[in-house]
Nanobody
Framework: QVELVESGGGSVQAGGSLRLSCAAS????????MCWFRQAPGKEREGVAA????????YYADSVKGRFTISQDNAKNTVYLQMNSLKPEDTAMYYC??????????????????WGQGAQVTVSS
């Protein structure tokens, strides 16, 4: 049984930092693609940071580039999202996802096979 469990969400003031963790069981984080998505109320789910776990090459949405960092710890089967310089517009539910297809779109949610339950991030101004 595959399970992805996010943790580390919370409330922070603008300019602050949070680190999200995604612990995987039943699937290795060395599967080809791992991605952090977010969804704010009334908005579509958007990919913010993805990782090619074979090469460790990261990909970032323009909205978070320079502020967010995705990383992995294969020994712990965990993927992280370090979020710095947070803005109110970063407020959303954050989900981690695992994709088995190495050729799927990095930020296309349809191409991801497994999803966590989400972690709420709230940034106040």
């Amino acid at each position: 049984q595959v399970e992805l469990v996010e943790s580390g969400g919370g409330s922070v003031q603008a300019g602050g930092s949070l680190r999200l963790s995604c612990a995987a069981s039943g699937v290795s984080t060395t599967t080809r693609r791992m991605c952090w998505f977010r969804q704010a109320p009334g908005k579509e789910r958007e990919g913010v940071a993805a990782l090619n776990t074979a090469s460790s090459v990261p990909y970032y949405a323009d909205s978070v580039k320079g502020r967010f960092t995705i990383s992995q710890d294969n020994a712990k089967n965990t993927v992280y999202l370090q979020m710095n310089s947070l803005k109110p517009e970063d407020t959303a539910m954050y989900y981690c996802a695992a994709g088995l297809d190495p050729y799927g779109g990095w930020f296309d949610p349809i191409t991801y096979d497994y999803w966590g339950q989400g972690a709420q991030v709230t940034v106040s101004s």
